[in-house]
């Protein structure tokens, strides 16, 4: 499910708002994507970044974000 406003989302450790991902991706939030009714995100788009949701699951569930260039400027 494609969201185009933010839906705050949270792990074992820490609840995401808007405001606390667009500080930790440095970049304005767009829309974000839910695959299979899970409770955080797979990928979210930012002005200048698709960033992709990972999760990793030990004794806690924690997740971290790998960037990736939206629009590349090739020379």
Same mark, same amino acid.
């Given at each position: =499910?494609?969201y *185009? %406003?933010?839906?705050p989302?949270?792990?074992?450790? %820490?609840?995401?708002?808007?405001e606390m991902?667009? @500080?930790v991706?440095?970049?304005?939030? %767009?829309?974000? =994507?839910?695959?299979d009714?899970?409770?955080?995100?797979?990928y979210?788009w930012?002005?200048?970044f698709?960033?992709i949701?990972?999760?990793?699951?030990?004794?806690?569930?924690?997740i971290?974000?790998?960037?990736i260039?939206?629009?590349?400027? *090739? @020379?």
């Amino acid at each position: =499910m494609m969201y *185009c %406003e933010f839906k705050p989302f949270s792990t074992d450790t %820490e609840t995401y708002t808007q405001e606390m991902l667009e @500080e930790v991706i440095g970049d304005e939030f %767009e829309a974000m =994507m839910y695959k299979d009714d899970k409770e955080i995100p797979a990928y979210i788009w930012t002005v200048n970044f698709v960033v992709i949701v990972k999760r990793s699951t030990k004794f806690v569930t924690d997740i971290s974000f790998e960037k990736i260039p939206r629009n590349p400027v *090739c @020379e």
